[in-house]
C-alpha cells in the first residue's frame, strides 16, 4: 500500500514518512524543498519516493497520486504541508488594517492547499477495491489548537486551521459514499524545525502553558496518531487535539500584547 504525505519531509510530515515506511508503506514525500526530500527519502530507502511539488498545483499533485499509484494501492493521504507566515493583528492602533494578501496567503497555505490535496486524492481512492469494511482510503488533515483557541496575532491562521477541523465532519460525510474516512490531527507547540530554532526563551514560554508531560509535543507522536486513525476504522468526521492539555494565554508569552 502506499501514501501521500505532503509536507513529507517536514517536522510533523517527515516523522509520519519514516513511521509509515516502518509500517511497511510506500511513501511520497510531496515537498516543494526538493533537497530536502531527496535526502529523507534517501535514508528511507527504495519504498519512499521524493515528488518536488506544489500542494496548491493540481498538475503537481497528479503526479504525486500517479507515482504513489504505481508504488501501490494509495490508500492515505496526510497533509502536514506549513510555512511560517508572519501576519499582523486585525488593526492596529495605529489605525492600519490586516493586509488582504496575507490573510489570502494564510489560507491559501494552510486550508485551500490541503483540501486541493484531499480532493484529487480521494477521487483517486474511488477507483480502489473496497476492503472488508468497505473502505477504500483515510485522509488525515493537519488543524492546530489554534482552530479553537486562537492567539491575538493569529487571525489568518486560526481561521485557516478551524476551516480545516470546520470541514472534516463535512467531508467525512460526502466521502462515505465512496468509503473514504476523513479526519484532522489538531497539535500543540511540537518541537518541529520550526520552532527549534526558536530562541531559548520562547521555546520555554511555549512549553510554560503545556500542563502535562511539561514538554513540546514529539513528531513521532504525531505519526503515532496518524497511525492510530489509519487502523481505527470507526474513527470518523472527528478532529483530534494532541497537546498535552495545554491552555492559551490570549497573547502569545513572547510578544507585547496588542494595543
Ligand atoms: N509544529 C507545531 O507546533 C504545529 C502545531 C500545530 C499545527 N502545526 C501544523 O502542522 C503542519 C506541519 O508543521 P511543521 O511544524 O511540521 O512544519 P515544517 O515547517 O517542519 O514542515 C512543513 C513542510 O511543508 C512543506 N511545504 C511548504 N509549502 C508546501 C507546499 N506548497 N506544498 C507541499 N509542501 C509544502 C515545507 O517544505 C516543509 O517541509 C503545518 O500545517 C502547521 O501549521 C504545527
Redesign the pocket.
Known amino acids: 500500500m502506499s501514501a501521500i504525505v ?2 513529507g ?5 517527515g516523522a509520519t514518512s519514516r513511521r509509515l515506511i516502518q509500517l511497511g508503506f510506500s511513501v511520497v514525500i ?4 526538493a533537497e ?1 526530500a531527496a535526502s529523507l527519502a534517501d535514508e528511507l530507502g527504495p519504498r519512499a519516493f521524493a515528488a518536488c ?4 498545483r493540481d498538475s503537481d499533485v497528479r503526479n504525486a497520486i500517479a507515482v504513489a499509484q504505481r508504488l501501490g494501492k494509495l490508500i492515505l493521504n496526510v497533509n ?5 507566515i508572519s501576519t499582523p493583528p486585525t488593526a492596529t492602533a495605529d489605525g492600519v488594517a490586516h493586509d488582504m494578501g496575507l490573510f489570502r496567503d494564510m489560507l491559501d ?2 486550508l485551500m ?1 490541503p483540501f486541493n490535496v484531499s480532493r484529487l486524492c480521494a477521487a483517486a481512492f474511488a477507483g480502489n477495491e473496497p476492503d472488508a469494511d468497505g473502505q477504500r482510503g483515510v485522509i488525515i488533515n ?5 482552530a479553537f483557541d486562537g492567539q491575538a496575532g493569529q487571525t489568518a491562521y486560526a481561521s485557516a ?1 478551524a476551516a480545516i477541523a470546520g470541514m472534516t465532519l463535512a467531508m467525512a460525510r460526502d466521502l462515505a459514499a465512496i468509503g473514504v474516512r476523513v479526519c484532522a490531527i ?5 518541537l ?4 527549534a530554532a526558536a530562541p531559548a526563551d520562547v521555546q520555554a514560554s511555549l512549553v510554560q502553558n503545556v500542563a502535562f508531560p511539561k514538554r513540546f ?1 514529539r513528531g513521532e507522536e504525531f505519526a503515532e496518531l496518524v497511525v492510530a486513525i489509519l487502523r481505527t476504522t470507526f474513527l470518523n468526521g472527528q478532529t483530534i487535539r494532541i497537546d498535552g492539555a495545554m491552555s492559551t494565554p490570549l497573547t502569545p508569552l513572547h510578544l507585547p500584547a496588542q494595543r
Do not use: C, I, N, Y
Not at 30 to 33: I, S
Open positions: 505532503t509536507g519531509a517536514g517536522g510533523l510530515g510531496f515537498e516543494p524543498d530536502r511539488g506544489d500542494q496548491g502536514a504541508a506549513g510555512v511560517a497555505m494552510h492547499g493537519t488543524s492546530s489548537t489554534a486551521k489538531a497539535p500543540g507547540p511540537f518541529t524545525p520550526r520552532l509535543g
